[in-house]
Each structure stands twice: as structure tokens, then as C-alpha cells.
């Protein structure tokens, strides 16, 4: 879990952050998704398959101890050729879906998936991994539902712009989960508002751990992440100019 509430700096005043939370906590922060009266919510595919009675042999559930194959689809807030991310209901919890059609993924989409399910299995790093389930033409990633949405979408809420004091709130939450996972021998790679969430208590929430990288030495040797917000020494390896990079510092130049 890329939690910050066990990590405060020396230099900066937990006091003198935490109202911005409150000023953040808005009722239309924090509402759930609910399906519009008369349409339909369906993914493009996902998890009627397991619904469904069939001869077909399919790959058992893994790590699914509270049976989110049963979850229905609330709302699909992303599409892509061969995937999607959408909100789903079990009981009364909701999470976050990631669904791949398995016949359309390559062997970037693959990696990526294996270092996610990598970092969101280290307890200590992540614990919003709830379940992971295929068959022979879906995979599905469950993971903690973050009622706040990203920072990019509440910057845009909030007319372009947020205040000083969220900022700098945002900033120290975010820089103390990247100590975090940096103690522990990972590299986030792909920093940026998108991968930033807020959880109910309005807290930063470090997410998508898809171009993660769990470097021994603490270097990185591979260019990824968003053009955007890479660091210069990431765009050095890009170009051929270096060979690696650390991986924790080029995370704190990105946020």
C-alpha cells in the first residue's frame, strides 16, 4: 500500500496541511456512480462470462476470496481497443475494474499486467488488490475503488486550478508515498495526476503500477513513462545519451 499516513517529513507541519483535506471533501467529491435511469451500464466484455453456464473450460479464479466475479457493472469510465476500466458493485462495495480482452493482448500489455499484479501483491506496498480472474477470453483486475477520482479530473472540476494549500498537501502525500515505495526497492515510472487518487478519508492514493519497476540497485535501464512529466535522465536513456537512471529520483522530478 502506498499509504501516507505512517510517513510525515521533518520539514513540513502535518498541522499546517491537513485542513486542505477538508477544504477537498465536497459531497460531490465523494458520490458514488449510479447508473442513469434507462440506460443500460454493459462492458464491452467482462464478467457475464462467469455468469453464465458453460461447457467451455476456463481458467478458476485467483485470489477472488469474496466472490467479486459476481459484481455488476455499475459504469464504464474508460475504453481502449481490447480493454476497459469500469466501476463495479459487489453487495455494497464498490471497486475498480481493469477487463482485457485476452485475444487482443501483446506482450507489452502482458508485462504490464504482470508488474501490476507484482507490486499490487506486496502487502506493504498496495493493499487495494481485491481479486484477479480470466477465462479464456477476459482478464479482469479488481482493485480498491477511489470515490475522490484523480487529480487531473478535480483540477478540471475546480475551473483549471487548485489552492495553494491543497497542493501542498497533495504534493506531501504523494512525495510520501514515493519514499515509501522507494525504501522498498521500487520505481513507480509513470508519476503524473492521472496515477494520483483520493481515497474517502482524502487522502492521496498512488495507483496504476503497470510501468513499476522493483530495482535491486536502485537503477532503471528502460525509457517509459508519460513524455509529459519525464525526468530529463529518462529521456538521456531514451535518446542513448545514458545507460540507466535512478528510478526513485526520476520519480520525485516527475512529481
Known amino acids: 500500500r502506498a499509504s501516507t499516513a505512517s510517513h510525515r517529513s521533518a520539514g513540513v507541519s502535518a498541522v499546517t496541511l ?8 465536497r459531497s460531490e467529491d465523494w458520490a458514488a456512480p449510479q447508473p442513469q435511469a ?4 454493459s462492458m464491452p466484455f467482462g464478467f457475464d462470462w462467469c455468469r453464465k453456464s458453460t461447457t467451455t473450460s476456463r481458467t478458476a479464479a485467483v485470489d477472488d476470496d469474496e466472490g467479486w466475479l459476481d459484481a455488476r457493472c455499475v459504469d464504464v ?4 481497443l481490447g480493454s476497459c476500466v469500469a466501476c463495479v458493485q459487489h453487495k455494497e462495495r464498490y471497486a475498480l475494474a481493469k477487463v482485457w480482452d485476452r485475444r487482443r493482448m501483446d506482450s507489452l500489455s502482458i508485462a504490464s499486467l504482470e508488474n501490476e499484479l507484482k507490486a499490487l501483491r506486496d502487502a506493504q506496498i498496495q493493499r487495494g488488490f481485491l481479486a484477479l480472474a480470466s477465462s479464456p477470453d477476459t482478464v479482469a483486475l479488481v482493485t480498491e475503488y477511489y470515490p475522490g477520482g484523480d487529480l487531473d479530473r478535480r483540477r478540471r472540476r475546480r475551473g483549471g486550478t487548485l489552492s495553494e494549500a491543497e497542493v501542498a498537501f497533495y504534493a506531501h502525500e504523494a512525495w510520501a508515498a514515493l519514499k515509501a515505495i522507494g525504501s522498498l526497492g521500487w520505481a513507480h515510472r509513470d508519476v503524473k495526476p492521472e496515477n494520483l487518487c483520493i481515497d474517502a478519508r482524502g487522502n492521496v ?6 510501468l513499476s519497476k522493483f530495482c535491486v540497485d536502485g537503477r532503471c535501464r528502460t525509457a517509459c513513462g508519460t513524455v509529459a512529466f519525464a525526468a530529463p535522465e529518462v529521456c538521456d536513456v531514451a535518446l542513448g545519451i545514458e545507460k540507466d537512471y535512478d528510478g526513485h529520483a526520476a520519480d520525485l522530478w516527475s512529481l
Not at 18 to 25: D, G, I, L, N, S
Not at 205 to 210: C, E, N, T
Request: with cysteine; charged share 35%; hydrophobic share 35%.
Open 18 to 25: 491537513r485542513p486542505a483535506a477538508a477544504t477537498c471533501a
Open 38 to 41: 434507462g440506460r443500460r451500464r
Open 205 to 210: 492514493r498512488l495507483v496504476d503500477f503497470g
Open 77 to 80: 469510465l474508460k475504453r481502449s
